[in-house]
């Protein structure tokens, strides 16, 4: 029983810790669910606790949590409420792989601090890194701690760096599908609906990554994190519009061979490997046929028809805390679309704006990314009354 990984999920409810759940009930001799956190679905949590019998769940909303502590008083589960304690509750010494699966910016410090106690870290939340991604760095280099990457296109190259130590990038090609809008014409994107920007062709996520794929800015965030978890700089990076989603990306070597991670759409393999890594459990997803893929298509992303990609690899470039300001605007223009205040089009202008007119800092502190978050937030909202 000591080989079993005992592994906290921040985020529990989600797209990725749906899925991770699934992959701890089909391997109860690996893995345990040791902690379970959710924002504001006490409901699922409430069901997700009384089915895996967590050590201890919390509730972010403390509103819920009455109603969270009644429905689970009759069982063996410690019951917290806060982000306060979900950012303490990783400090744990009987966890060993913390999940970060939290929406947005609100996983940054629950991160740091399992950082800090030398956990694993299996990083869903691509916002962490976007932020903050020299300060993580730096600290995980200091606490020696292990970070996995969930994304599918980061655990892909993850996978194809095994047993390449010594050999150093030339490029990464990160594959994007596209989303929902790469055939529609620029001049019909001032129609597009939200009811439209949240199907996505291949991929099953929450509605804000889903978002952020229909604008592109996911794979704008993706590089930004690629460019922290594999040591490079922008312009070994390249998008390619991979619209089948098979490839799910590639690392160029310095003699010109390239390696892919291929197979089906599916998160749940990149979440079991996090957990496994660098072992490979058996599963029961299904498998790729060839004959179902004769041909793969390559292109390259139009920039100017998505400006959202575009503005990220300008942060990217300019680098200091101008990520975070792009990563707060977005969060708060991504969540002003959902609710239908904001048209599809009004996104990157208002990341944009925010970008333009916030205070940027080369050297941030923790205490500066903070504060950035926090004003760029302010200024967006400010920005969408006016609109």
């Known amino acids: 029983m000591e080989n079993i990984k ?23 001799d690996l893995f345990t669910a040791e902690i379970l956190t959710a924002n504001n679905n006490v409901d699922l949590l409430i069901k997700q606790a009384k089915e895996f019998i967590p050590n ?43 999940l ?25 939340n691509k916002e962490t890194l976007v932020v903050a991604g020299e300060i993580i760095k730096d600290l995980a280099q200091k606490y020696n701690a292990s970070i996995r990457p969930v994304d599918s296109e980061h655990s892909a190259i993850f996978q194809c760096l095994v047993g390449e130590v010594s050999n150093p990038i030339e490029k990464i090609y990160l594959t994007a599908s596209g989303g ?10 001032k129609n597009i609906t939200l009811e439209q920007a949240l199907k996505h062709p291949n991929w099953a996520m929450g509605n804000k990554i889903t978002i952020d794929s229909a604008t592109m800015m996911n794979k704008g965030l993706e590089a930004i994190e690629a460019k922290w978890l594999f040591d490079i700089e922008p312009n070994q990076i390249d998008i390619l ?30 979440i079991q490997f996090a957990f496994t890594y660098p072992n490979r459990a058996t599963s029961s997803f299904p498998r790729m046929n060839f004959m179902d893929y004769p041909s793969l298509d390559f292109q390259k992303p139009d920039f100017e028809k998505f400006k959202a990609l575009q503005l990220a690899f300008n942060a990217m470039e300019v680098g200091g805390n101008m990520p975070c300001i792009m990563n707060a605007a977005n969060e708060v223009a991504v969540e002003a679309f959902l609710n239908q205040q904001i048209k ?21 502190t923790i205490e500066d990314y903070l504060e950035s978050d926090k004003q760029t937030r302010i200024i967006t909202q400010e920005f969408i009354k006016k609109n």
């Open 6 to 28: 005992k592994i906290a999920l921040l985020g529990s409810t989600g797209s990725i810790g749906t899925q991770a759940l699934e992959v701890i009930a089909k391997h109860p």
């Open 56 to 98: 201890i769940v919390i509730i972010a909303n403390e509103k819920y949590y009455n109603k969270l502590q009644s429905a689970l008083s009759d069982l063996p589960i410690k019951v917290f409420a806060g982000t306060k304690d979900i950012e303490e509750v990783v400090s744990l010494p009987s966890i060993d792989i913390v």
């Open 100 to 124: 970060t699966a939290m929406v947005g910016f609100s996983g940054l410090l629950p991160t740091i601090n399992a950082i800090k106690n030398n956990k694993v870290i299996a990083l869903a």
């Open 180 to 189: 929902p809008f790469r055939n529609l014409p620029k001049e019909e994107f």
């Open 241 to 270: 519009v991979h619209p089948q989603s098979i490839v799910h990306s590639m690392v160029q070597f310095q003699d010109g061979s390239i390696k892919a991670q291929m197979g089906l759409p599916d998160m749940k393999l990149p």
């Open 344 to 364: 599809f089009m009004d996104i990157p202008e208002l990341v944009n704006k925010a970008m333009n007119q916030s205070e940027k800092i080369s050297k941030p």
